[in-house]
């Protein structure tokens, strides 16, 4: 037998098994031999954790429809994490490195139905296995954004930023054809990987149940968010709540806005940009891009009896 320091031994652990290099984390609270060793900061009798995510991608609508969901009395989000679009980013990303207790202490103690929205939790190939270990009954929310208007927005989104990559390419039709640089590449990947829907989906039905996964149609979030809320709160098993009373269409910033105290309350000026619609150029060249992607996510849709979207039904015609 021979004797290791820890710090050694890790090494020659993490040698062994390099893909254990990121610690996969349980709840320690639902387990004695964890709850018996932990510190007295951690509170397991407490509500510690979020029932709900709201998965995304990025562009569909997720900022808004989290927003309308916190009307609801007895839902409550995750308190803002500055610097992360006041996402907790945790899944995936290298916030999960910070630790479980890090990740529950930006949840209130409360004991309504707690959620939170990081769209960057969808595309991410780490996220779904590491909210299933950790959250294994928590239900998801998906958004269904036509992915060519889902891309054209990010591609907005980049230039409103002034992404270098982006401004200097002129068009996301030339990122789309001519991409050569890395930082090309990525823009396009940017762009494209969050409408792969069921690409992605994939990942997460590994983990999760299909039962709790809800699809949110992005057209209709945006048409009847009222509609869209009342439906999500039923399945939330959450009591009625007269949305329509709380939420009114901003003739001047074009979407539905909160109504707090009689006032309205939209979303900052980066959701619902003002630009100009793409052009048929694009639209065709995005249309043909995510073909088989669109033709994979109707099939799934049909095949489980869930409610296809308008938007995909015109796509799938089109390039049937
Ligand atoms: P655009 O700014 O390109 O129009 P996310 O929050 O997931 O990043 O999505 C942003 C998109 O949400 C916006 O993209 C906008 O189209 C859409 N959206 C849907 N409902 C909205 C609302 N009520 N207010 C603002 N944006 C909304």
Redesign the pocket.
């Known amino acids: 037998l021979k004797w290791q320091d820890p710090v050694s031994s890790a090494k020659l652990y993490f040698q062994k098994f390099p893909e254990e290099r990121i610690p996969l984390w349980t709840n320690p609270c639902t387990d004695p031999r964890h709850r018996a060793i932990l510190p007295p900061s951690f509170n397991c009798t407490r509500k510690t954790l979020p029932d709900l995510l709201i998965l995304?991608?990025?562009?569909?609508?997720?900022?808004?429809l989290g927003s309308f969901l916190t009307l609801h009395p007895n839902v409550t989000q995750n308190t803002p994490v500055p610097g992360s679009f006041e996402e907790v980013q945790f899944f995936g990303g290298k916030n999960y490195l910070r630790g479980v207790e890090w990740y529950m202490s930006n949840f209130p103690n409360t004991s309504t139905v707690i959620f939170e929205k990081s769209?960057t939790y969808f595309d991410n190939p780490s996220a779904a296995k590491q909210a299933a270990t950790l959250i294994p009954h928590a239900k998801l929310i998906v958004?269904l954004q036509n992915p060519s208007q889902r891309a054209y927005?990010w591609f907005?989104?980049l230039l409103a930023h002034k992404d270098p990559t982006a401004v200097s390419s002129g068009s996301l039709l030339s990122i789309l054809e001519n991409s050569t640089t890395s930082s090309e590449l990525k823009v396009k990947q940017r762009c494209l990987s969050g409408g792969k829907y069921v690409h992605h989906l994939d990942k997460w039905l590994e983990h999760f149940s299909l039962q709790h996964i809800h699809f949110v149609d992005?057209d209709e979030?945006?048409r009847e968010?009222a509609k869209v809320l009342f439906t999500i709160s039923k399945w939330l098993d959450l009591p009625d709540f007269e949305f329509d009373a709380h939420i009114r269409f901003s003739e001047s910033?074009g979407?539905?806005?909160r109504l707090i105290e009689g006032k309205t309350k939209?979303?900052g000026e980066?959701?619902?940009?003002k630009?100009e619609p793409m052009t048929d150029e694009l639209k065709r060249k995005l249309d043909e891009t995510f073909q088989l992607d669109n033709s994979a996510l109707f099939k799934f849709l049909r095949k489980n009896r869930l409610q296809i979207p308008e938007w995909l039904e015109e796509a799938v015609r089109v390039t049937a």
């Open positions: 995304g991608p990025q562009k569909t609508g997720s900022t808004a769209a958004i927005s907005q989104h992005a979030l945006k968010p910033k979407f539905s806005c939209c979303l980066s959701k619902g940009r630009y």
